[in-house]
């Protein structure tokens, strides 16, 4: 079992910046990728960004140049950190992650993430 805690969602003004951090419970075993996954009002959840456990990110062509996801051994985090931001970056925001050794796949309970002027 893994708890999945994140925080930092906010309200900002467009082109402010938001930090949301991802703690994951305990240690992951073998081979994982730990993402952020959002999900708009009447839209469905996209994945935003993923980082594996060789280090390598991926991002959405929607995010890609304005966010960049990094993670933390030591914490067992990943973070999120969202520069530029736009009106269109409201939603809520879920922290996944999947540890395919075991072949399981945990979300957290989302962070709201609100952009508005």
């Known amino acids: 079992q893994v708890l999945l805690e994140e925080s930092g969602g906010g309200l900002m003004q467009p082109g402010g910046s938001l930090t949301l951090s991802c703690t994951a419970s305990?240690?992951?075993?073998?081979?994982?990728?730990m993402g952020w996954y959002r999900q708009a009002p009447g839209k469905q959840r996209e994945l935003i960004a993923v980082?594996?456990?060789?280090?390598?990110?991926i991002y959405a062509d929607s995010v890609q140049g304005r966010f960049t996801i990094s993670f933390d051994n030591a914490k067992n985090a990943v973070y999120l950190q969202m520069n530029n931001l736009k009106l269109d970056d409201t939603a809520a925001y879920y922290c996944?992650?999947?540890?395919?050794?075991?072949?399981?796949?945990?979300w957290g309970k989302g962070t709201l993430v609100t952009v508005s002027s």
């Open positions: 996944n992650m999947k540890e395919y050794s075991l072949g399981l796949n945990y």
């Open positions: 305990r240690m992951f075993i073998g081979s994982w990728d």
């Open positions: 980082i594996n456990s060789g280090g390598i990110p």
